[in-house]
């Protein structure tokens, strides 16, 4: 059984940075990918950014691009969200996501491509 637990949320004000942690454990991750997704009041969940275990590549939703940052630790199973220039707008529950084994990389944004969430981290950015 996979387990993601995420940490790092808070609160912030405009402008701040935070940085998101997810610890995995259950299995390997080497043909996985790792996925961060949020979640708003009264709003569906959208994607945020997504990590190619395989190949450390990453993607990035428009309105995060430029500003977040995913990564990865091998070692430790975990993968990071590193969050600057953070907007009120960026207020919701961040939740980590992984897909094990098979995939297809455009269905990376997608929260049904996941096999597995954590219960999520709040981040709340204030104006």
């Known amino acids: 059984q996979v387990q993601l637990v995420e940490s790092g949320g808070g609160l912030v004000q405009a402008g701040g940075s935070l940085r998101l942690s997810c610890a995995a454990s259950?299995?390997?991750?080497?043909?996985?990918?790792m996925g961060w997704f949020r979640q708003a009041p009264g709003k569906e969940r959208e994607f945020v950014s997504a990590?190619?275990?395989?190949?450390?590549?990453?993607y990035y939703a428009d309105s995060v691009k430029g500003r977040f940052t995913i990564s990865r630790d091998n070692a430790k199973n975990a993968v990071y969200l590193q969050m600057n220039s953070l907007k009120p707008e960026d207020t919701a529950v961040y939740y980590c996501?992984?897909?094990?084994?098979?995939?297809?990389?455009?269905?990376?944004?997608?929260?049904?491509?996941?096999?597995?969430w954590g219960q999520g981290t709040q981040v709340t950015v204030s104006s």
């Open positions: 996501a992984a897909r094990i084994g098979g995939y297809t990389v455009t269905n990376l944004g997608r929260p049904g491509e996941y096999d597995y």
């Open positions: 259950g299995r390997t991750f080497r043909n996985s990918a």
């Open positions: 990590l190619r275990w395989t190949n450390g590549s990453t």
